[in-house]
């Protein structure tokens, strides 16, 4: 980079706890502060509804961004008739709310990058350990489910000519994903938070927002 700027992180809890030690949005912090700003905007338990409904006043005092990560859907593909369907938002809804995140990003900032991330996959076994007052004995949200999510998201990156990081396929082609890469089911172990990391840089790198 020329000069610092901002890349600017947004999404739910798993960009909200990703600024923890170690996790994926504190060491993109590390790695990129010679040269740029991180910014954080995570907001636990949303969905893309609630997202446009704040990014105006979310994205005050971000000034000269050289790109943003949008992170949501994990929220949105939880099962409607389970017990987080409050969060649960329409496929059809999803992807419409996707693309007017992005065109609000690009009509205040029309140079930066946009990069997307799918949601993560689900370790349904975890999720049944890790209930969070969930007494159904069935999982609130399922792998399925948020691989259909997943392919929604690089629909509407295709549609838009964005980048995007599908870790939903990614961490799927590991053995042992469910419990390397997820400590509950949905939330990323340290190893989880390097692989997302090390994405994140590369789609940096690639699309020249940073040479390192």
Known sequence: ???????????????QGSFRDGRWGAALSHHLSPSADVVARGYSGYNTRQALMVIHRAMEGVDS???FTVFFGANDAALP????????????????????????IKAKWPSTLVILITPPPIDEEGRLRFPYGNRSGLPERTNLAAGTYAGACIYVA???GLPVIDIWTKMQQFSNWEKAFLWDGLHFTDLGNHFLFQEVVKALRDHGVVDY
């Open 65 to 67: 961004p050289a790109a």
């Open 1 to 15: 980079m020329l000069s610092r700027s901002e890349v600017v992180l947004f999404g739910d809890s798993l960009t």
């Open 81 to 104: 008739d389970r017990s987080a369907a409050s969060v649960h938002v329409p496929l059809f809804e999803y992807t419409n709310n996707l693309r007017a995140i992005c065109a609000f």
């Open 158 to 160: 295709k549609q838009l």
